[in-house]
């Protein structure tokens, strides 16, 4: 557990839970979902202590629970976000198709580990309570983030702290947000790889579990995309509902609240578009295969129709003349071959040269 003191100008981390409220700024409890349960009962302690309430029973499963789809709560001492994030899971660099050793069996071990684990947030009035999944980047990335900002501040970068526990929920719902951007390189180059699979005349697709497995993991996108936008709009709802602030900084404070709320959910708006557009894009390739597929069978049947055709008259002839009797015309003839191969050989290039006329042989462009 990492506890941090965050004031306007200055970022620490405290060596424990403190014994009370400091003068000023807010605390940002960090833990991990495994501590966080071992260590609840302290945590409750501390919470009625330092923020003069503690979490209510469910929303503290809500917090334990690493299935929970996001979603927002509220009391009147508290707010509580659960928010499913958006990222690759470790390892998955270098399993991407298209580079260097990225191959199909290895973009579906990436879409293997996509991680969609839930973040919980805690919002007092001057305590944020953040639990994280094991091995979370986020809680590390936004302590040295923050840590950062104040090592190299030149006197207009203290103003980039956030100013409320609300405002540092949103700024790491954000960053989760955004960390779609990796996401979206993986299943672009996979959707993409697999659509030039489709549509390859030259080539029999056959790997339908892997396309299968890339727009099942779209579906799970959306809806985690969805839940988030609700969550996400929630929250809006219950920000707007907030008493009023007599305060002008605290006035400004709350708008920079509706601004950046606002921010989040367009955020989530691009995330939740740009899948609906991936799968749209992997049904109209699958119908396409289909249809491609199908053309290219109508082209392989006309052919042998046509050459059913053109032979059909020719076997009439030797048909004809193959019969045993005595009286046929040209029988004895010395050139009663020659005479019947020349006719053949006319109705069948009569034959051709009509069916060509009529496009009926040759490739349909």
């Known amino acids: 557990m990492r506890v941090f003191h965050v004031l306007p100008d200055r970022f620490t981390e405290l060596p424990g839970l403190p014994a009370e409220l400091p003068a000023g700024g807010f605390l940002w409890v960090g833990s991990a979902r495994r501590e966080f349960e071992v260590g609840v009962a302290e945590v409750q302690a501390a919470l009625q202590r330092l923020a003069g309430g503690q979490l209510v029973d469910l929303h503290a499963s809500d917090l334990l629970n690493n299935q929970l789809p996001s979603h927002y709560d509220y009391t009147s001492w508290y707010d509580i976000m659960v928010f499913r994030r958006l990222a690759p899971g470790a390892g998955t660099e270098g399993l991407f198709v298209d580079d260097n050793t990225g191959t199909a069996a290895t973009a579906r071990q ?8 839930p973040v919980g947030f805690a919002a ?15 809680l590390d990335h936004f302590a040295a983030r923050l840590a ?4 190299g501040s030149d006197g207009r970068g203290a103003t980039r702290l956030p100013s409320s526990p609300a405002d540092l929920m949103l700024r790491m719902v954000n960053h989760m947000v955004d960390s779609y951007l990796d996401l979206r390189r993986l299943l672009t180059r996979q959707l993409g790889y697999l659509q030039a699979q489709l549509l390859d005349p030259k080539s029999r697709f056959d790997d339908w579990s892997l396309l299968l497995e890339s727009r099942n993991a ?14 996400v709009q929630e929250w809006i709802d219950a920000l707007a509902e907030w008493p009023d602030a007599t305060d002008p900084q605290a006035r400004r404070e709350r708008e920079l609240l509706r601004v950046r709320s606002r921010d989040v959910q367009e955020h989530v708006e691009r995330v939740l578009g740009h899948v609906r557009r991936l799968e749209q894009s992997a049904e109209t390739a699958v119908q396409m295969h289909f249809s491609a597929l199908g053309h290219r069978t109508n082209d392989i049947m006309r052919t042998l129709t046509v050459l059913t055709a053109i032979f059909l008259p020719l076997n009439l002839i030797t048909g004809y003349f193959g019969m045993n009797f005595e009286s046929l015309p040209l029988i004895h003839n010395p050139y009663g071959f020659w005479i019947a191969s020349g006719g053949m050989v006319f109705v069948g290039v009569t034959l051709v040269a009509i069916f060509r006329s ?6 349909s462009r």
Not at 218 to 231: F, I, K, P, V
Not at 358 to 363: E, F, W
């Open 148 to 151: 950062g900002l104040v090592a």
């Open 124 to 138: 007092f009035d001057q305590l944020l309570l953040t639990v994280h999944p094991a091995e979370c980047a986020v």
């Open 110 to 117: 990436a879409l293997a580990a996509i991680d969609t684990r």
């Open 218 to 231: 779209l579906h799970l996108l959306e809806d985690t995309c969805e839940d988030q936008r609700s969550a």
């Open 358 to 363: 009529k496009r009926y042989l040759g490739r």
